[in-house]
């Protein structure tokens, strides 16, 4: 009978509209930005990571890359090991949330991929940053 079908349809329609592995339910924190000589994740970005572990959590399919960046200022190897560090902190973070490290992937490039370089040192707290990024 159509009532039983509307039932039914009832039923079926929450798991239609619940996470997926869909593209566009991909957590919105793409980016963490630190400050002046900081490895330290800044509090407003804590829920943001935790989001991110619960996607993880529901999709084990997908992987993370964790990338660090640096500003140019500063020599160039302090800028790599600065670019090192965030990118673990943010592992770290991840990995203490019970996703294991095989899911994870953790590069640095120090200022190699500056975007403030031709812009001047105003734009430096656009190099300081962690990227992340889902793949399959």
């Not at 935790?50 to 500003?71: A, C, K, Q, T, W």
């Not at 095989?102 to 370089?117: A, D, H, I, L, Q």
Request: glycine share 4%; with cysteine.
């Amino acid at each position: 009978s159509k009532n039983s079908n509307s039932c039914i349809d009832t039923e079926i329609k929450p798991l239609a509209g619940s996470k997926s592995a869909d593209q566009s339910n991909l957590p919105d924190l793409k980016v963490i930005y630190f400050k002046i000589d900081s490895a330290a994740i800044p509090a407003e970005y804590v829920p943001g990571l935790h989001s991110l572990v619960e996607f993880m959590r529901l999709n084990p399919e997908y992987r993370i890359v964790i990338s660090g960046y640096s500003d140019p200022a500063g020599s160039t190897r302090f800028n790599e090991k600065l670019s090192m560090k965030r990118a673990k902190s943010v592992a770290e973070f991840i990995k203490a949330l019970e996703i294991p490290d095989e899911r994870m992937s953790v590069t640095w490039f120090g200022e190699k991929k500056s975007v403030s370089w031709k812009r001047g040192s105003r734009y430096y707290n656009l190099d300081r940053k962690v990227e992340l990024k889902f793949e399959k």
